[in-house]
């Protein structure tokens, strides 16, 4: 049986390991520019066979939804290069669609703020 006490410490270490790249208590929401796009990007890991999706959303400056696909994402890589795909592929497909000038947004803070 694995110590709570072993898993709560681990836990609040990987916490506190990204709390320096998580963003301040001070920061607000704040509208889009008129006329921009958003580009919303997240995977999904089964973690009985290690599959991967990739779901990517524009809205306009009006929160309308405008394109939206899921797809397979390539196994046997890292979640970070598939988080790192989805954004590449998202980047593209938004492009490709011309909806720019482009804000790209992410869960993962580790891509999101390099």
Known sequence: ????????????????????????????WQPMRVGSFKLNVDVA????DGSRGVGILVCDSNSNLLRAVAIVAPGMVSVLATELYAMKVGMSFAIDASCVPLVLESDDVQL???
């Open 1 to 28: 049986m694995y110590n709570t006490q072993i898993y709560d410490a681990e836990f609040k270490a990987a916490i506190d390991s990204l709390r320096p790249s998580l963003p301040s208590q001070n920061v607000c």
């Open 45 to 48: 890991v089964d973690l009985k």
């Open 112 to 114: 999101v703020q390099k």
